[in-house]
């Protein structure tokens, strides 16, 4: 359990930093880049379908509890966004930010469980690397493409 | 500096000692193939997994394929204990049939289908049963490749434990892409080994975690599957010595034993049918009862009513001890014998029963389906680590085949186990008899040798040869040349030189009617009216006729000194030769014995006794004699009525401080009896011959008996007196006339 304590600790820390004052487009933008993150660090070491596997047990999940999170759609290419983004800026902030954290948590902790927390250090460093404001992913250059396609493989060799 | 390792979390199988065999349960989340051919008991293996992890929190999915009716599944898991009905569908365990899709539309909506349930129901167990199916159903060995990895990746995401039963054989490990994928692969079989049926199971493969690799044998019965791993569940713990040891409690066995039989040992009980070893084995654990000892026999012939009618027979109180919880007899008839499953059992009851004394009766027969000498040797160590682990000491007969040089049935046991305690029989005359050895006992230092045991009402008597203070070992102790015994004949006193020295042995050789018998006995009350307790040992006529005899002759002396003669009859009929040492032992020590005559010593070679046999019993009695502070006199029966060329006529001489010879000779036309002195050791005697008489009062010798011509060591000191001058002293040994 200090694992998942240590998890939600530093997705809390990260939602802290990121979501006052924040806009709904501003949430969900440092949602993505956090999300692409997570993902490109864990794809280094599991592959695509490994990871595809995973993503879709947290995401169904997720769905289960958090139903705004159901537009967040797996496909053969990766996440895709587009869907989540359009719904999302009809929700009240605090039922977006509940998804939001509800899905990296989970993230966090499933990848942590099945890979015997070997990866709980490092994607949790990836989260605490990500800047304190967020600017739409297409402007920003170190997020500079969609998870989407991150997803695709452009920039997920190590 | 070694880097910490986590340990997997596992799920607990509900099979007993299958847990045991994964080194903990199974690794949570693996996936696992379960193979083998149809009837090897694949199914009830998982099923029983199933239902012992099962709860509405915690759920199962049991896909079943093309192979079982979930209908007839159900019918058949109806009859086992492991099955809960109320642990079906919400409350646990969710069957599915996925034959119609397979059949109508392939793996892949098969493997959908099987991921949407898994999404729904999140379960911790997934069991595809049999995965054969989509082996069967696949169009090529890669799309069953790509089915099989991606089914395992999902599961995998899902945590679920997954167990994919097949009718695989081991070809298919090399062939098959499925046992790359798999973490796990367990083989179930049956096949014929020692004469019967059995299954075996066997973790081929175990990804990330130790794990038995043997096969071990295991059984489905009511209660569902049931493991036998003794060589995993019995292993031998290294523990220090305990510092105590047992003690038998057997009459004189202790005795052969030494200091006693270390806790913790295992001695094997060999003999040839008939040999007494059940007997042994039975009194072992009633004797240990009887010190508070808990016992356990474990028998697989004989049924505990007629074991508790033989002890009843023997005497022993044993239903008694059952009653009150000291003694369990487990009876496993042999038919039923299975070695591994009653090895396990047998470990349990006596950890259960706290049991410090085991009998095994026996491992000839527990092990007798057993064809390779090397597992036989394996269990009975495995037999020997339950009793090591437990500090108990066990006795396990064996039966050894007759005419055998081998101490075991198949010649192995004996190197495992901590002693060897043989028993033998032989024929002698028209009887057979019994012998006891301690052929082995580890770190103890025991009595070597066959010694005559009999069985008879209370149990055992064992009759030691010798004794383990050491009078065998060390020069037998010398006579005391400082004290003279009268012989209770004033003439022969004379003769000797003042009387017989204390501790000496003395022959009186002569032939019938010469009076040995009157001479013994004047030496035996003349020590009692010395005070000095005397034993009259007759193996020919009975003690009242001594008696009698002995009162005619007005040889027994009056008031209390009558008390300290004692008169014992050894019937030959009853009492063997080899048992003599131990009884005479047992009475010189209780009456405090002084003086012993053994009357007829030569009728102890009757019924096939050879001579040489003859000549060590005799020099080990004299010994004993000799070491107990006895002065003794053995009378021998001479052919010879008037020759003196025969005394020694069975080579005894050598074993005697003292010789008389008693014969008759021919004077003035008729035959008269006479004696003389041919040896005495330690001191200087008369080498005439003369003549005696026997009446009243018993022997008489002539006037003109010569005395010596001069007197040794200890010098002629008044006859019948301790060291000359020194007041008499009357002994305080307990008195009576024993008669036995």
């Given at each position: 359990?200090?694992?998942?304590?240590?998890?939600?600790?530093?997705?809390?820390?990260?939602?802290?930093?990121?979501?006052?004052?924040?806009?709904?487009e501003?949430?969900?933008?440092?949602?993505?880049?956090?999300?692409?993150?997570?993902?490109?660090?864990?794809?280094?070491?599991?592959?695509?379908?490994?990871?595809g596997?995973?993503?879709?047990?947290?995401?169904?999940?997720?769905?289960?509890?958090?139903?705004v999170?159901?537009?967040?759609?797996?496909d053969?290419?990766?996440?895709?966004?587009?869907?989540?983004?359009?719904?999302a800026?009809?929700?009240?902030?605090?039922?977006?930010?509940?998804?939001?954290?509800?899905?990296?948590?989970?993230?966090?902790?499933?990848?942590?469980?099945?890979?015997?927390?070997?990866?709980?250090?490092?994607?949790?460093?990836?989260?605490?690397?990500?800047?304190?404001?967020?600017?739409?992913?297409?402007?920003?250059?170190?997020?500079?493409?969609?998870?989407?396609?991150?997803?695709?493989?452009?920039?997920?060799?190590? | 500096?070694?880097?910490?390792?986590?340990?997997?979390?596992?799920?607990?199988?509900?099979?007993?000692?299958?847990?045991?065999?994964?080194?903990?349960?199974?690794p949570?989340?693996?996936?696992?193939?379960?193979?083998?051919?149809?009837?090897?008991?694949?199914?009830?293996?998982?099923?029983?997994?199933?239902f012992?992890?099962?709860?509405?929190?915690?759920?199962?999915?049991?896909?079943?394929?093309?192979?079982?009716?979930t209908?007839?599944?159900?019918?058949y898991?109806?009859?086992?204990?492991?099955?809960d009905?109320?642990?079906?569908?919400?409350?646990?365990?969710?069957?599915?049939?996925?034959?119609?899709?397979?059949?109508?539309?392939?793996?892949?909506?098969?493997?959908?289908?099987?991921?949407?349930?898994?999404?729904?129901?999140?379960?911790?167990?997934?069991?595809?049963?049999?995965?054969?199916?989509?082996?069967?159903?696949?169009?090529?060995?890669?799309?069953?490749?790509?089915?099989?990895?991606?089914?395992?990746?999902?599961?995998?995401?899902?945590?679920?434990?997954?167990?994919?039963?097949?009718?695989?054989?081991?070809?298919?490990?090399?062939?098959?892409?499925?046992?790359?994928?798999?973490?796990?692969?367990?083989?179930?079989?049956?096949?014929?080994?020692?004469?019967?049926?059995?299954?075996?199971?066997?973790?081929?493969?175990?990804?990330?975690?130790?794990?038995?690799?043997?096969?071990?044998?295991?059984?489905?019965?009511?209660?569902?599957?049931?493991?036998?791993?003794?060589?995993?569940t019995?292993?031998?713990?290294d523990?220090?010595?305990?510092?105590?040891?047992?003690?038998?409690?057997?009459?004189?066995?202790?005795?052969?034993?030494?200091?006693?039989?270390?806790?913790?040992?295992?001695?094997?009980?060999?003999?040839?049918?008939?040999?007494?070893?059940?007997?042994?084995?039975?009194?072992?654990?009633y004797?240990?009862?009887?010190?508070?000892?808990?016992?356990?026999?474990?028998?697989?012939?004989?049924?505990?009513?007629?074991?508790?009618?033989?002890?009843?027979?023997?005497?022993?109180?044993?239903?008694?001890?059952?009653?009150?919880?000291?003694?369990?007899?487990?009876?496993?008839?042999?038919?039923?014998?299975?070695?591994?499953?009653?090895?396990?059992?047998?470990?349990?009851?006596?950890?259960?029963?706290?049991?410090?004394?085991?009998?095994?009766d026996?491992?000839?027969v527990?092990?007798h389906?057993?064809?390779d000498?090397q597992?036989?040797?394996?269990?009975t160590?495995?037999?020997?680590?339950?009793?090591?682990?437990?500090?108990?000491?066990?006795?396990?007969?064996?039966?050894?085949?007759?005419?055998?040089?081998?101490?075991s049935?198949?010649?192995?046991?004996?190197?495992?186990?901590?002693?060897?305690?043989?028993?033998?029989?032989?024929?002698?005359?028209?009887?057979?008899?019994r012998?006891?050895?301690?052929?082995?006992?580890?770190?103890?230092a025991?009595?070597?040798?066959?010694?005559?045991?009999?069985?008879?009402?209370?149990?055992?008597?064992?009759?030691?040869?010798?004794?383990?203070?050491?009078?065998?070992?060390?020069?037998?102790?010398?006579?005391?040349?400082?004290?003279?015994?009268?012989?209770?004949?004033?003439?022969?006193?004379l003769l000797?030189?003042g009387?017989?020295?204390?501790?000496?042995?003395?022959l009186?050789?002569?032939?019938?009617?010469?009076?040995?018998?009157?001479?013994?006995?004047?030496?035996?009350?003349?020590?009692?009216?010395?005070?000095?307790?005397?034993?009259f040992?007759?193996?020919?006529?009975?003690?009242?006729?001594?008696?009698?005899?002995?009162?005619?002759?007005?040889l027994?002396?009056?008031?209390?000194?009558?008390?300290?003669?004692?008169?014992?009859?050894?019937?030959?009929?009853?009492?063997?030769?080899?048992q003599?040492?131990?009884?005479?032992?047992d009475e010189?020590?209780?009456?405090?014995?002084?003086?012993?005559?053994?009357?007829?010593?030569?009728?102890?070679?009757?019924?096939?006794?050879?001579?040489?046999e003859?000549?060590q019993?005799?020099?080990?009695?004299?010994i004993?004699?000799?070491a107990?502070?006895?002065?003794?006199?053995?009378?021998?029966?001479?052919?010879?009525?008037?020759?003196?060329?025969?005394?020694?006529?069975?080579?005894?001489?050598?074993?005697?401080?003292?010789?008389?010879?008693?014969?008759?000779?021919v004077?003035?036309?008729?035959?008269?009896?006479?004696?003389?002195?041919?040896?005495?050791?330690?001191?200087?005697?008369?080498?005439?011959?003369?003549?005696?008489?026997?009446?009243a009062?018993?022997?008489?010798?002539?006037?003109g008996?010569?005395?010596?011509?001069?007197?040794?060591?200890?010098?002629?000191?008044?006859?019948g007196?301790?060291?000359?001058?020194?007041?008499?002293?009357?002994?305080?040994?307990?008195?009576?006339?024993?008669?036995?």
């Amino acid at each position: 359990m200090v694992d998942e304590n240590e998890h939600a600790a530093c997705v809390d820390a990260w939602l802290e930093r990121t979501a006052n004052g924040a806009s709904v487009e501003q949430l969900v933008d440092a949602f993505e880049a956090a999300f692409t993150a997570l993902w490109r660090r864990a794809h280094q070491t599991l592959g695509d379908v490994t990871l595809g596997a995973i993503a879709d047990r947290v995401l169904y999940v997720a769905a289960e509890e958090h139903p705004v999170t159901s537009a967040l759609e797996l496909d053969a290419t990766g996440v895709s966004w587009a869907a989540f983004r359009q719904r999302a800026t009809a929700l009240p902030a605090e039922q977006l930010i509940g998804g939001v954290r509800f899905v990296l948590l989970e993230f966090l902790t499933v990848l942590g469980t099945l890979t015997g927390e070997v990866l709980s250090g490092p994607l949790r460093a990836e989260l605490e690397a990500l800047p304190s404001s967020v600017t739409r992913a297409e402007d920003a250059p170190e997020a500079g493409s969609t998870a989407s396609s991150k997803m695709n493989g452009e920039d997920s060799q190590p | 500096m070694m880097k910490k390792t986590k340990d997997l979390p596992r799920i607990t199988t509900g099979v007993r000692n299958l847990d045991d065999l994964f080194f903990g349960g199974v690794p949570a989340g693996s996936v696992t193939v379960v193979g083998g051919a149809p009837g090897a008991g694949k199914t009830i293996l998982t099923q029983q997994i199933c239902f012992h992890n099962a709860s509405a929190k915690r759920r199962v999915l049991y896909f079943s394929t093309l192979s079982e009716p979930t209908a007839k599944t159900l019918r058949y898991l109806s009859q086992f204990s492991f099955f809960d009905p109320s642990k079906l569908d919400d409350g646990g365990v969710q069957f599915i049939d996925l034959g119609i899709i397979l059949r109508q539309e392939g793996l892949e909506q098969a493997s959908s289908l099987i991921m949407a349930r898994v999404k729904k129901l999140k379960p911790a167990i997934v069991v595809i049963d049999s995965f054969k199916a989509f082996d069967d159903l696949s169009k090529s060995r890669e799309e069953l490749r790509k089915f099989g990895y991606e089914l395992a990746v999902n599961l995998m995401a899902w945590e679920t434990t997954t167990f994919l039963l097949g009718e695989y054989a081991p070809h298919d490990f090399q062939t098959n892409p499925l046992f790359s994928i798999v973490d796990a692969l367990v083989m179930a079989s049956q096949r014929e080994q020692s004469g019967e049926q059995q299954r075996f199971i066997q973790i081929v493969k175990m990804r990330g975690t130790e794990h038995s690799r043997d096969e071990h044998s295991f059984v489905i019965t009511g209660n569902g599957a049931e493991v036998f791993a003794p060589r995993v569940t019995i292993r031998r713990e290294d523990r220090e010595p305990a510092a105590d040891r047992l003690k038998t409690g057997i009459s004189k066995f202790d005795e052969l034993l030494g200091e006693g039989i270390p806790r913790g040992s295992s001695l094997l009980v060999a003999g040839v049918a008939g040999t007494g070893k059940t007997i042994l084995l039975l009194e072992f654990v009633y004797r240990g009862a009887l010190a508070g000892e808990k016992g356990i026999v474990f028998t697989f012939e004989e049924t505990e009513e007629r074991l508790r009618a033989s002890a009843r027979g023997l005497g022993w109180e044993l239903d008694r001890e059952i009653e009150r919880g000291m003694v369990e007899i487990v009876f496993i008839p042999q038919p039923e014998i299975l070695v591994e499953k009653h090895l396990l059992m047998m470990a349990e009851r006596v950890a259960a029963f706290t049991a410090r004394r085991v009998a095994v009766d026996s491992v000839s027969v527990f092990l007798h389906k057993v064809k390779d000498p090397q597992i036989s040797r394996e269990k009975t160590f495995q037999l020997a680590s339950v009793i090591q682990n437990t500090q108990a000491v066990g006795l396990f007969a064996t039966d050894i085949p007759y005419g055998s040089s081998q101490i075991s049935r198949f010649g192995v046991e004996e190197t495992v186990v901590d002693g060897v305690i043989l028993l033998s029989a032989t024929e002698q005359g028209l009887e057979r008899q019994r012998y006891i050895e301690v052929y082995k006992l580890r770190n103890t230092a025991h009595l070597k040798g066959r010694h005559n045991l009999a069985i008879g009402s209370g149990g055992l008597t064992i009759f030691p040869r010798y004794r383990a203070d050491g009078d065998s070992i060390e020069a037998p102790a010398s006579v005391d040349v400082t004290h003279r015994m009268s012989c209770g004949v004033a003439g022969l006193d004379l003769l000797l030189g003042g009387g017989l020295l204390q501790r000496s042995v003395t022959l009186v050789s002569g032939s019938a009617g010469t009076g040995k018998s009157t001479l013994g006995l004047q030496f035996i009350a003349e020590g009692a009216r010395q005070g000095e307790p005397g034993l009259f040992v007759s193996l020919e006529e009975g003690p009242a006729q001594i008696i009698k005899a002995a009162e005619a002759l007005g040889l027994l002396p009056d008031g209390p000194d009558a008390d300290l003669v004692n008169v014992m009859y050894l019937s030959r009929e009853h009492v063997q030769a080899s048992q003599f040492l131990a009884i005479l032992d047992d009475e010189i020590r209780a009456k405090q014995v002084k003086r012993l005559v053994l009357d007829g010593a030569t009728q102890m070679a009757i019924d096939g006794l050879i001579p040489e046999e003859l000549r060590q019993l005799l020099y080990t009695l004299v010994i004993r004699f000799k070491a107990l502070g006895v002065t003794s006199m053995l009378t021998l029966e001479s052919k010879a009525m008037h020759s003196t060329e025969t005394i020694t006529d069975h080579g005894f001489s050598a074993i005697s401080d003292n010789i008389i010879l008693l014969r008759y000779v021919v004077s003035s036309g008729e035959f008269r009896p006479s004696l003389a002195i041919v040896k005495t050791r330690g001191s200087s005697h008369s080498f005439a011959t003369s003549f005696y008489s026997i009446g009243a009062g018993g022997l008489h010798v002539e006037a003109g008996a010569t005395p010596p011509p001069a007197a040794g060591p200890a010098g002629a000191g008044p006859v019948g007196a301790g060291p000359v001058g020194a007041p008499r002293k009357r002994s305080k040994a307990p008195r009576g006339r024993g008669r036995r």
